[in-house]
């Protein structure tokens, strides 16, 4: 099993872009698009749309995978097993609260080796409510397919599509804590993916993230 090694998508990108192009075409064409200061990413996204390129979830299918990086097949049925309580028409988001190791600060695992939650973990508090957890299997992934330890990587294939879903389900959306308190971590992208699909302006946060009395903090756009 591969670890610690995050690959990019662009390899598998331009492997896609072989079905079309001769390798001379496709490095005269980039580096044409290169000229208008575009990143590499945008000039290859671009030339696989113009050839109808699949997606699923928005993501580009390349060489037989999600974004270049996990199969098709196995993308859909960890798509399908992460979403928990999915008729629900509310949907929350939180922090990943856990039990650590006071000395060495590591997480605690149970019996089964699954990580400890505290109460105060999303999860614990989602109740009946829709919610996205990959559990056991995020890590996995991660090691499998050489993704990003951060988890930004993971969070574009996995999170981004559930929040898309949920929003245009027309579900509620509420955090278990306040987004705006913590930074550099899922629950900031969350908060932000979220902002910008609702075009929420920074000014306007404080009338559309509501605290309630159920210690919850509801996005009423």
Known sequence: ???????????AKVKELQKYYTNDELIEAINKQKNSKKSAKYILDRMLEKN?????DGLFICDGKVDGKIPVDIYKEYRQKSMHNPESNEMTFGKYDIQRDEITGKPVKDSDGKT????????ERAGDTTYFDLGQDWEI?????????????????????????????GKQLRFSHDPRKYHDCALEWEWN???NKLNIDEFDVD????YREDGFWYVEK
Request: hydrophobic residues 35%; positive net charge; without cysteine.
């Open 1 to 11: 099993m591969a670890t610690g090694k995050e690959i990019n998508d662009y390899s």
């Open 52 to 56: 109808n390129t699949p997606k699923i």
């Open 116 to 123: 400890v939650r505290l109460p105060s973990n999303y999860i």
């Open 141 to 169: 992934q991660t090691k499998e397919y050489w993704l990003d330890r951060r988890g930004r990587q993971m969070f574009k294939l996995y999170n981004r599509p559930a929040i898309d879903d949920a929003i245009t389900s």
């Open 193 to 195: 993916y979220i902002k």
């Open 207 to 210: 009338d559309v993230l509501i």
